[in-house]
């Protein structure tokens, strides 16, 4: 950085944190900004330069921190495959207890969004609960008891009883709701951009977010989520792969292709969306919007 004449101090903040302070400097002034320890996304780097009258000047630029590692690329493999719904625009999927639930959305304004128990073997739900339009349901996921169902821009989340599916509560949000899941003590939603919401299964309040980013840059329009052995595995919305996130920093550790599995699942559905974890089996599900198949899939870490 070249420093003008009469300018007897130098702050540099990092959004509004200073991480650098030169008394009368030189000339030429190197600056370093230590970025260790710091969540990935973008920051605003400020230069704020004082003359020794108190005058100042100052100039602003953007810092965008990714991801210091390459995903390494995870295999997929079908292990059986089953009936799934085909009139089900899947949003979310998930277990609880061994069983299976699903959570749809109603592109076609109609009232089919819905949660619904799935009977694994069949695809049969066995109880439903639907939501008439314009409700557009989202992700679902269940914890301590309570299933919960976000919508897409309805700016609601709905939480029912898990085992009669009645009422409890709702919460209002901002913004665009898309996948969510829990880690056993906080609901994580994505909103199809490339942020992630921690929040509290309580209140709903967001306690903190991360920016998901590979080594070139961030993963946007992350959609269905599930937490898995402590990572956010994600599908991102027309693709045919999988993100697996690091839920501590955003970092994509790992990119699951499922285009093997599209081809044989699709059909005349739609996209890849659904990813179910069954922790007592510790068995992983796969299906789409409109798939007349849903498919158990083992992981494998190159």
Known sequence: MTVLPKQKKITVFLNDSVVF????????????VNTKGLALGTYRLRVLATAGDGSSTED???LTIIS????ANWALSIVNTYPHNDSSFTQGLAF????MYEGTGDPKNIGATLIGKVELATGKILRRRTKSAPIFGEGITILNGELYQITWKNDSCFVYDET???????????????G???DGKHLIMSDGTSRITFRNPKTFEATRTIDVYNHQGPISQLNELEFIDGLIFANIWMSDVIAVIDPKNGRVIATIDATELVKKGKGNGEVLN???YNPKSRKIYLTGKYWSSLFEVQISKN
Do not use: C, M
């Open 180 to 182: 969510l899941t829990h």
């Open 96 to 99: 609880s207890e061994g069983s």
């Open 274 to 276: 659904g990813i179910a």
């Open 68 to 71: 210091d590692i390459v995903p």
């Open 60 to 62: 602003e630029r953007v």
């Open 164 to 178: 009669t599916f009645r009422p409890l509560r709702s919460h209002k949000y901002a913004g665009e709701g898309w």
């Open 21 to 32: 302070i030169q008394k009368n400097p030189t000339k030429t002034l190197p600056v370093s």
